[in-house]
């Protein structure tokens, strides 16, 4: 009985051996856990990352122009009107850059802002003046300091070389517009999110 039982053992290691064996022909040698989340292209691989870019900068877009729009008719101060063409046709050249740049890379985009988004663009076609002025100055910085943050997150570490080209053009035209709306003396930066704390100093 003791030697039946110890052969059924035997072949049942034998299977389970060979079953481990057939896998690690069947698999590759080495799999990055990453790479399994992304999306090979000619340019690179296209991460989760890299997508979610070309969305938020679609749909910065996407409220941006019309703010621009509101700015040339609502506004009471002159400098604010000028900021707003300038975004606004800035903006038209950035979303034509992203549109280009998602339909070679094969990704879609969205045709709405999100909800944040539709809301600030309510509140700000409700107002007129110097509340418009005020409004329109600190939530497109505000904005712009968001996507900027994923901008340069991206621009670091994607693998994808068309992405890196986009994500630099993006940061360019970011920081224009920053500079544009704090040219109006009209953003509150204490308002603005905390920089993040220093990381702390290595020990020798």
Known sequence: MQRLLRGEMFMLGGFVAAAAATILLILPPSIDPADAQRT????????????????????????????????????????????????????????QLTRDTAAELGVALPDEPNPDQQRWLAQLAAESGPAFDQDYA???????????????????????DKIRKFAQEGINFVMRHMTYLESTGLVDHNQLPEPPPPSPVPTP
């Open 138 to 160: 600190n939530l497109l910085r505000a904005a712009h300091g968001k996507v900027f943050s994923t901008l340069a997150l991206v621009r670091a570490g994607t693998r994808n």
């Open 40 to 95: 090979r292209t000619p340019s690179g691989p296209l991460s989760a990352a890299d997508i979610d870019l070309l969305i938020k900068v679609r749909q910065a877009g996407l409220w941006e122009m019309p703010a621009g729009e509101y700015a040339a008719t609502r506004a009471q101060s002159q400098r604010v009107k000028q900021v707003g063409k300038q975004i606004m046709g800035e903006h038209q050249k950035l979303d």
